[in-house]
C-alpha cells in the first residue's frame, strides 16, 4: 500500500492528478454542504446517556407538560434595599410587556410560556422574593430548543426589554436559570470557533517559521491543512445533517486545532526526512529522495494516525451522548488529513523542489540542531537504569495528585466574569436556596381515577421526601407555591363532596400546571439548600431516587411510574456515564492501540511497555492539571468530562511520538545494535519530533486562552500532556526502557534473536 502511496509523489503526472482531485473535491464539497455551524445543536436529549432515568425524564416533559416544557429563564431583580412599591411597579410593566409580546417559533406558536412571580401573588412571595426583601425572581419558560433561532431571539429579547425598563432604576436585573445559560453558551461557543482557528493558524506559522526558516516551507503546509479543515468540516455537516447525528458547538474548535497540530505534524515528519534523504544522496534525485522518505514514514505516520483514528471510533460504544456523536466525527477529519498528509503534502513539496526551502540550502547539513538531543542520547545509553528510574518516579509522583481532584460539574461557573447569567447565578446562590436555580424534578404515574385521592397520596409523598436531607422546599399539585398547604387532605376531600363549592376551584386551578393535559401524569419540583450543580447535590441523587422510589411503592404506586430528573439528575447521569465510559471504553481503546503497535513492531513487549508509558503520561499530565487549576488558578475544581477526553487525546496522541521513536530505533537496531540504534534514533528524531510535539502542544494551548474554564482546562491538559510526551516519554522513558530491555523489546520477532 504504501508503495503505491509513495508512487503518488514519485510522478510528476500523478502528483498534479492527485492536486487537482483534491481541490475539485474540496469546491464541490463548498458547493454542496452546508455550514458545520448550521447543523450543530445545543439541545440536551441529544447527547445525554442513552437509556438514563434523567433522559425519559426529559421525554416525559416534552411530551406530556408541552406548556411547561422547554427551558426556564429566571429573571433575577436585585436592589442594595427592600424592593418599593416602584420598584413592583416596574417588575410588573416588564412582565406585563412579555405577555403581550409575539415571539413565535416555526409553527407560529408562541415561544413564551408560563410565567411565574410574586407580583399581586402574595402566596409566591415566600418561594420568590428573598428572606431580607431585597431580591426577586421571576420564572418565564421558554419553548422550544436553544438551537432554534426563536429560542435564542426570546432570550434576547428578554435582556433588550430589561434595559429598556430597568435603565437609570437603582435596580440590577439579570437573565439566568437553564435558558440564560445556555444561551449564553452558545454565543460563547459561536465567538471562539473563528478566534481559535486565526490563532491557532498564526501560532503554527510563527512556529513553522521558527523551525524551517523558510517563508514558502512554513506557508503551504498551513494552506493545504486549512484546505483539509475546510473538507472535514464540510463532510462532517453533511453527515450530521444526512444520518441524524447530532454535533455541539465544541466539534468546530476542537476539530480545528486537532486537524492543524496533526496535520503539522506529518508535514514536520515529511519535510525533515525528505530533507535527510537530499542531503544522504547529494541532491541527485529529488524523486527518489520522495519515495524513499515516503517508504519509511509513511507506515510511521498512519499507525500514529490510525491510533488517534482508531480511539475516536472506539468512543462509537460509549453511553455520554458527547464522545459518541464527537469521537466519529474527529476520527473523520484526521483520517481525511492523512490521507491529504501521504499524498498532498508529499506531492507539493516535491513539485517546488530547492524553492520550498528558500533562503536556506537544503542540502547544508544543521548538525547543531541535534546537539541537544545527541547528548540525551548519550546520558540515556550510559544511564539507562538511573533515566528510567528518575522518570518514573516524576510521573508516578505527579499521577497521585490525581487524588485531589475535585470534579466539577458546573459550566456556568466556567463562563467569563460579568456574563449576565453568571451574574444572576451568583446572586441567587446569595439570596435563595441554591437550589432554586434548577429544582429536581420527580414525574408520577397517575394510580387513581380520583384526582382527590391522587392528591392525598402526593401530599404523603411530599411529607416524606421533605425528611430528606438536604431538600427545603417541594413545590406539586398540593402545594404549588411550594408552602404548606392551607387546607388538609381531610378538608379538600370535604370540598370534593360539593363541586360547586368555589373553594375547590381556589384549590385545583393552581395545582393543574403540575398535571398533564390528560390527568395522567403529574410532577413536584424539589428544591435543594446547596448548588444543583455542584458535586455535593449531585452525589445525592442515586440514593435519591432509591428513597423517593421506596416511598412511592409504601404509599402504593409501582417504581417504574416514578421518574426523577432534572438538570442535578442530568449532571449525576452523565457523570456514572463518564465513570462508565472510562472504565469500560478506556480499556478498549488501549487494547485497540496496543494490537496496533503489534502490528507495526511485530513484537509484544515493546507495545505493552509504549502502552504503560502513555499510560503514565496521562496520569502524569491529570495529576499537574489539578494541582494548576486548583492550587495555583484558585479554580473551584476540574470539569469532570474531561477526564475522558484528557485520557483519549493523551494516549492516542502519546502513542503517535512512541511510533515514530519506535520506528526510527527498530530500523537503526538492524544495523547498528540496540544501543548504539537507539542512540542514533533519538539523535535523528530529537529536533524533529522535538518540534512537533512543540506545534502539537501549541495548537491545544490555543484552548487555554479562551474564556470558558471547561475548553481552558481541557487544551492545557493535553498541551502539557503532549510536551510530557515530548520531553520526558519519547526522550527519556521510551529510550531507557529500549536500553534496559535490550533485545527482549522485539520478543516474539526475530530481531529478538539478535
Known amino acids: 500500500m504504501f508503495a503505491f502511496i509513495a508512487s503518488l509523489s514519485t510522478s510528476r503526472s500523478k502528483i498534479f492528478v492527485s492536486i487537482i482531485v483534491f481541490l475539485v473535491l474540496v469546491g464541490v464539497l463548498g458547493f454542496w454542504a452546508p455550514e458545520l455551524s448550521t447543523v450543530t445543536t445545543n439541545e440536551e436529549s441529544e447527547f445525554l446517556p442513552k437509556g438514563s432515568e434523567s433522559l425519559k425524564a426529559l421525554e416525559l416533559s416534552q411530551k406530556k407538560f408541552p406548556t411547561a416544557s422547554g427551558l426556564p429563564a429566571v429573571i433575577v431583580i436585585t ?30 406558536l408562541s415561544v413564551i410560556g408560563q410565567i411565574m412571580s410574586p407580583i399581586n401573588n402574595d402566596r409566591m412571595e415566600q418561594s420568590m422574593i428573598s428572606l431580607d426583601k431585597t431580591t426577586m425572581q421571576v420564572l418565564i419558560n421558554i419553548q422550544g430548543a436553544p438551537s432554534e433561532d426563536s429560542f435564542q431571539e426570546a432570550v434576547d429579547f428578554l435582556r433588550e426589554e430589561i434595559v429598556n425598563i430597568f435603565q437609570g432604576s437603582n435596580l440590577s436585573v439579570y437573565v439566568t436559570g437553564p435558558a440564560g445559560i445556555i444561551i449564553d453558551a452558545v454565543k460563547v461557543f459561536q465567538s471562539i ?20 526558516r523558510s517563508p514558502i516551507l512554513a506557508i503551504t503546509p498551513l494552506i493545504i491543512i486549512g484546505l483539509t479543515l475546510f473538507a472535514a468540516r464540510s463532510i462532517a455537516a453533511l453527515l450530521s445533517q444526512n444520518f441524524d447525528l447530532p454535533l455541539n458547538d465544541q466539534v468546530a474548535a476542537i ?34 529522495a520522495m519515495k524513499i522518505t515516503m517508504e519509511n514514514v509513511g507506515p510511521a505516520i498512519a499507525t500514529s494516525a490510525g491510533t488517534t483514528i482508531v480511539a475516536m471510533l472506539v468512543l462509537l460504544f460509549a453511553t455520554n451522548g458527547s464522545f459518541v456523536s464527537v469521537g466519529p466525527m474527529l476520527a473523520m477529519a484526521v483520517f481525511v488529513m492523512l490521507l491529504v498528509g501521504l499524498t498532498i503534502v508529499p506531492g507539493v513539496v516535491v513539485l517546488l523542489g530547492q524553492i520550498a526551502f528558500w533562503p536556506i540550502n537544503p542540502f547544508k547539513s544543521t548538525q547543531k540542531d541535534s546537539k541537544f538531543w545527541k547528548k540525551i542520547a548519550d546520558l540515556v545509553s550510559r544511564k539507562g537504569i538511573i533515566v528510567l528510574v528518575i522518570s518514573l518516579i516524576f510521573l508516578l509522583v505527579s499521577t497521585s495528585a490525581t487524588l485531589l481532584l475535585k470534579p466539577n460539574f458546573s459550566f456556568v461557573d466556567g463562563f467569563p466574569d460579568g456574563t449576565d447569567s453568571k451574574e444572576g447565578f451568583s446572586v441567587i446562590l446569595e439570596k435563595f436556596p441554591p437550589g432554586d ?14 384526582l382527590i385521592d391522587e392528591f392525598s397520596n402526593i401530599e404523603i409523598l411530599i411529607e416524606e421526601i421533605l425528611g430528606y436531607s438536604g431538600v427545603v422546599r417541594i413545590s406539586g399539585p398540593t402545594r404549588p407555591n411550594g408552602d404548606p398547604p392551607y387546607l388538609t387532605i381531610d378538608e379538600i376531600k370535604n370540598l370534593a363532596s360539593n363541586p360547586n363549592d368555589p373553594m375547590l376551584n381556589q384549590i385545583i386551578g393552581p395545582a393543574m400546571r403540575f398535571l398533564s393535559s390528560d390527568t ?15 458535586n455535593e447535590t449531585i452525589s445525592k441523587i442515586g440514593d435519591f431516587r432509591d428513597f423517593v422510589k421506596n416511598k412511592s411503592y409504601e404509599i402504593g404506586w409501582d417504581k417504574k411510574d416514578v421518574i426523577i430528573g432534572g438538570e442535578t439528575a442530568i449532571r449525576y447521569d452523565t457523570k456514572e456515564a463518564t465513570i462508565r465510559d472510562l472504565t469500560v471504553v478506556g480499556p478498549i481503546i488501549i487494547l485497540v492501540i496496543w494490537i496496533v503497535l503489534i502490528l507495526l513492531l511485530k513484537s509484544l513487549i515493546a507495545p505493552t511497555y509504549l502502552i504503560f508509558s502513555v499510560l503514565l503520561s496521562f496520569g502524569s499530565a491529570f495529576g499537574l492539571s489539578v494541582l494548576f487549576f486548583q492550587y495555583i488558578l484558585g479554580h473551584s475544581g476540574v470539569a469532570f468530562d474531561n477526564s475522558m477526553w484528557l485520557f483519549v487525546f493523551l494516549v492516542a496522541l502519546g502513542a503517535d511520538y512512541n511510533v515514530y521513536i519506535m520506528s526510527r530505533v527498530k530500523e537503526e537496531v ?11 534514533a533519538v539523535t535523528k528524531t530529537g529536533g524533529v519530533i522535538t518540534s512537533a510535539g512543540i506545534i502539537l502542544a501549541g495548537t491545544f494551548l490555543v484552548l487555554f486562552t479562551l474564556p470558558l474554564q471547561a475548553i481552558a482546562q481541557l487544551g492545557f491538559g493535553v498541551g502539557l500532556g503532549v510536551l510530557l510526551d515530548t520531553f520526558i516519554v519519547r526522550g527519556l522513558l521510551v529510550p531507557s526502557m529500549v536500553i534496559v530491555v535490550n533485545r527482549w523489546s522485539w520478543w516474539p520477532n526475530p530481531m529478538f534473536k539478535g
Open 79 to 108: 436592589s442594595n434595599n427592600d424592593l418599593s412599591v416602584q420598584d413592583k411597579e416596574k417588575i410588573s410593566e416588564f412582565i406585563d410587556l412579555i405577555k403581550s409580546s409575539e415571539i413565535l417559533d416555526k409553527n407560529g
Open 193 to 212: 470557533d473563528l478566534t481559535v482557528t486565526i490563532t491557532t493558524v498564526l501560532l503554527v506559522l510563527v512556529l513553522l517559521l521558527l523551525i524551517y
Open 255 to 288: 476539530m480545528s486545532v486537532l486537524l492543524f497540530g496533526a496535520g503539522t505534524d506529518f508535514s514536520l515528519f515529511v519535510i525533515s526526512r525528505y530533507k535527510e534523504e537530499l542531503q544522504r544522496m547529494k541532491n541527485v534525485n529529488k524523486w527518489k
Open 437 to 450: 436555580l434548577a429544582p429536581t424534578k420527580i414525574f408520577i404515574q397517575s394510580k387513581s381515577d380520583s
Open 520 to 534: 395522567s401524569m403529574y410532577y413536584l419540583d424539589v428544591v435543594w439548600d446547596s448548588d444543583p450543580y455542584s
Open 670 to 680: 538492524k544495523t547498528k545494535g540496540i544501543i548504539m540504534g537507539t542512540k542514533e
